[in-house]
């Protein structure tokens, strides 16, 4: 790595900062502590200057690739940017020091925002309820599932044990549907790329407790027979839950309970405005029709008159799914974005998201392959199919992007296509980000069938080249010690 440790960078005696004298007589460690409390030698910290480790941090920061710094196209992951008000919205005083032991007449401006966010959020969805609880999407997705066992509890369908799920889901599902105690059925995507119906009307039995229906799936599609779909469903008893994290393309275009979606969750970090990656934080709130509100985890917040209160009074709730009020933060943040951009903002966005990929699609169009050429909504699949006859994989595409100052799309997913790469360019880049990013693309293509090991060894202008994928993720270096230095240095 071409920047050092802040251990290697360690000169013995120099100081970042030297405290004033004391005023007191000096006390020897060992006459203050017992013997088993100090360290038989000093630990080895790093003996640097200020500026050395100002410039140190700076540069490491300057590494990564992130939505501030480069265009980062991730398929189904949605790292669009996220404007920096809302953080200072988010960390406004009366709202962050907020302590969930707060009397309720002390944070009645928390309540009020978290009723009126769940309030905003049924009007962009068409749903009749809300539960801002969930702290992710899959954690949603478990909340969901609970939320259809109980429904069948109620109508005493014991043998409702099944969930069909498409193929062209998101990957959590099926491990969501398993963890709520349910059998997972598969559904395959018709030569269209959207869900086989005359399958699903085959797999329809008494045994299914739902459909669980990514829409728009990750192919990028838009389910256009979702109506027919959940009236088959319906036809059944069986209720239909639709993974909501694919949103941004539907923002003030279509909305999920006017399709007939009996309950789906939102991934706000997704779509409504929180920086994420790294494992969080998140929220996934789950939207329900009218009829499955009594099932929705407690508390909640209500309006009494012209004040704000938590309930935890429901009969029929799934229970609590997380702590207080959920991850408040990521909640200020969306209601921030929703309030900011409006009813006409939210149409653009979502509207520019689907012209977005539709034009990074048309102009690379003849470098790779489409595999499911049609109007796509907010992401699209390409494959690196045509680059194989020359050596060339969707992880070689992807690496060599870094090169040329592009995080890397997600591949080899979805798994119904070879050599996938999954492009989501989002509404807020550029029409000039996007030529280049197309420019990138359409060069690497060219470069596979010139000079294929340029890209088969990249990235080479990084300051880590191809790593040995297998052995960093089962044989992970995270941790430094004094002697790895003295063996690596011959010190």
Partial sequence: MAEPLIFEQSVPGRRGYLL???????LAAADAWPDEALRPIPPPLPEVAEFDVVRHYTRLSQLNFSVDTNCYPLGSCTMKYNPKLNERIAAIPGLAYVHPLQPEAHVQGTLQLLYELEQLLCAITGMGAFTLQPAAGAQGELTGLKIIAAY?????????????IPDSAHGTNPASAALAGFTVEKLHTGPNGLLDVQELQQKLTRHVAALMLTNPNTLGLFERDIAAITAM??????????DGA?????????????????LLQLNLHKTFSTPHGGGGPGAGPVGVRTSLEEFLPVPRVVKKGRHFAMTARSRATVGRVHGWFGNVGVLIRAYAYIRTLGRE?????????????NYLKAKINDAYAIPYDQPCMHEFIASATPLKAHGVTAGDVAKRLLDYGFYAPTVYFPLIVAEALMIEPTETESKETLDRFAEALVRIAKEAAETPDVVKRAPSRMPV??????????????????EQHTAVSGG
Avoid: C, F
Avoid at 246 to 262: F, H, I, K, T, Y
Avoid at 465 to 482: C, F, G, I, Y
């Fill in 465 to 482: 080249e191809r790593l040995d994928e297998v052995k960093a993720a089962r044989e992970p270096n995270l941790r430094w010690t004094a």
């Fill in 152 to 164: 069948h509890r109620r109508k005493r369908h014991r043998d409702r044990t099944v969930i069909l």
């Fill in 345 to 357: 903002g939210l149409i653009r966005a979502g509207e520019t998201a689907i012209i977005n990929a």
């Fill in 233 to 242: 469903l319906h036809e059944q008893d069986a209720l239909v839950y639709m």
């Fill in 20 to 26: 004033p004298p004391s005023g007191v007589p000096a």
């Fill in 246 to 262: 694919n949103m941004n393309a539907l923002l003030g275009v279509a909305r999920p309970g006017e399709m007939g979606v009996d």
